[in-house]
């Protein structure tokens, strides 16, 4: 992290306990290595049981007091970035495991068939023994299910439940991924896209993948189906909210300081919500003036939801249609940009069997090793992505949004590990980093038509709305149908759309908050960099400053780019 010949005590202590707190993650959380190109001493991808999960507390514990020792007077602003965010992640995983997290975990849309799913994705072999280490690890993902279902089945003896749509979709999801025969899975894919795959060992390993995957994976992924099925007939919640449950109020009030990295309350974020709202109807209806309808949002609204201009007339055409426009971006990209990554990324659709109940596009970072590009995936159903979104989609998920930014992370080997690796970690600055681009994305003069503009803030208006739903379902009581109601009101997307979006905010409580509160907070520092700089603000030295901090918490970006700013003011007096 620094010199070790320069550094005081407590620099040096923190460099070292930065080492120790990337290992400690790297064991109990295998999947964060393998992502990160990491080589690790076995071929464990997950450690989900009781016992691993109550070790990593304990493990937690020892590191957190360590961290408390450290003085953070003598240290560098990236440095004590680097204390606030150990201590940060310290302390939430203890929150989470005494909130019981691991006990009622995610299943829908990140599920535990999802999450895997992902890393096959993301998973290249570029030779026999990187194949034979990847089918290594294929076998153990029947374990980590075992271990998972484990869990649940703990929580529910101690009276957690989850929503009933939620264990449908959840199960739906999984059904999906059965549907498609062993040899055309994602399990396999690393094999198809491998540059060795025609040579005889890694096609030796590719017949005992695919033997792994037809009599062990698939049955695993039937009995998990049965299980959540079965989760429905034992009990389910009616209701959506996680509050309705044993500690449920302290459970979400966890999450909800987790994915927006600030003190905020419900009511808080609610309040918010309401006002961000009330702020993008006003603009909506401006656009809606331009593009010929007056004051009629609502019909407005209609136009763009039923004409079918906008829709493309196949999946192909609409992966073409968004490729087009990425490189109409890319080629804008230095003007904005002084630090730019060395991966790309390309584009695929998302399979149809998951692309109902999956958001219109995400994205699917490159491994840190730079074996494969990123991946921009973009619905395979047309209608859930019409054209007038795509600058917005574009510009959030791929370059400059969160594949251009997570790509400069695993780059930057000045930070320490755990940071140039942790982006999922940090919802809020992101997310709100990928916000903040749609609205960049004007002065790079991507959106050409009123229905552009509108597309772009109906983006905003779905995470604005996000904060008073997702707090409106946990803290408030909502219905499914009073949240989707809200919705519809407000945004032009399909009603199957918005239904998966409320079954979304149902499953993973307070994830959904942390877009928009960070995209406000990338917007207040862009004003406070353009006040304090004057006619000295540039594009490319602001964008470098936010995105050379990483994956930070926001009161951490504030701290660094405040001490941007210092520095900028101090080489403006010494050119004086």
Known sequence: MTDQTSQT?????????????????????????????QPLADAVLFRESAADHLRRDQDAAQLLEQAEQIDAGPLQAQERATLALIRRELAGLRA?????????????????????????NSTSVGDAAAAALYVDRLAGLPGYLRDVQSNIEAGHARGYRYPRVVLQSAEANTRGILAAAPEASAWLSPFKRSPAAAQPAVLAQAERALGVVREALMPALQAWADFLEGLVQLGARESLSCVDGPAGAAYYRTWVRHFTSTTDDPDEVHALGLAEVARLEREIEAVARDAGYGGNVPGYRAFLASDPQFVAPSRD???????????RVDRRIPEFFGLIPRITYGVQSIPDAVSARMPPAYA???????SSAGIFWISGLPSKAPSYLHPALVVHEAWPGHLMHMALMNEQAELPAFRRY???????????????????????????????????????????VRLVVDTGIHARGWSREQAVAYMAERLSLSRETIEGEVDRYAALP??????????????????RAEAQLGTRFRH?????????AGAVTLPVLDDLVNDWLQRQAGEALHAA
């Not at 038509?449 to 604005?464: D, I």
Request: with cysteine; glycine share 8%.
């Open 510 to 527: 307070g994830q959904a908050l942390g877009y928009q509160i960070g995209n406000l907070k990338l917007r207040e520092l862009r004003r």
């Open 422 to 464: 942790g982006a999922v970690k940090y919802t809020a600055c992101v997310e709100g980093w990928a916000l903040y681009c749609e609205t960049l994305g004007i002065e790079m003069g991507l959106y050409t038509t009123p229905h552009e503009h509108y597309g772009r803030l109906e983006m905003e208006m779905w995470r604005a």
């Open 364 to 370: 699917q970072p490159s491994p840190a090793d730079g």
């Open 540 to 548: 490319r030295d602001f964008h470098a400053a936010v995105m050379s």
């Open 9 to 37: 005590p407590a620099r040096a202590a923190l460099a070292a306990l930065a080492d120790q707190y990337w290992a400690f993650e790297c064991h109990a959380l295998p999947l964060s290595a393998v992502l990160a190109g």
């Open 96 to 120: 989470q495991h005494a909130a019981d997290s691991w006990q009622r975990p995610w299943l829908f849309p990140a599920g535990p068939d999802f999450t895997a799913m992902f890393w096959a």
């Open 317 to 327: 055409a609409l992966r073409e249609s968004i490729e087009a426009l990425c490189k």
